[in-house]
């Protein structure tokens, strides 16, 4: 995987929920055959979760996805799920406090939506 597929995926497993939980299910399943860069993906979509850098980051509009992200991603608990899955794989925990500038990109998300409130499910007849 290179570098641009390795971030892109990062920020999916950090702030796309059906992402991680497909992830987990696959380390679950396969816990004799963690690789290294399964652990390396982890720890990357973690450290999108931290402070934001004040400097080395692509552009501000990339700043700013971040932020919303996090913000966004909160409601469904992204950060306790990477925190439990890495403890549940017994790693130690991340000592970054600030996400590396190299990973702040303009990076897309797939699309995420749940039925909202004021919408009535289909009845059937």
Not at 3 to 16: K, N
Not at 54 to 59: H, L, P, W
Not at 98 to 108: C, Q, V
């Amino acid at each position: 995987m290179n570098s641009r597929m390795q971030l892109q995926t990062a920020y999916e497993l950090a702030f796309f929920p059906p992402a991680l939980n497909k992830f987990w299910r696959l380390l679950k399943n396969n816990r004799d055959n963690i690789t290294e860069e399964q652990i390396k993906l982890l720890d990357m979509a973690l450290l999108l979760h931290q402070a934001l850098p004040s400097d080395g980051y692509a552009s501000q509009r990339a700043l700013k996805r971040v932020a919303i992200y996090q913000a966004d991603s909160r409601a469904f608990g992204m950060v306790k799920f990477l925190e439990g899955i890495r403890c549940n794989l017994n790693l130690k925990p991340l000592t970054e406090r600030t996400i590396p500038g190299w990973m702040i990109r303009d990076i897309g998300l797939p699309a995420f939506c749940r039925r909202q409130a004021s919408q009535k499910p289909q009845s059937a007849g």
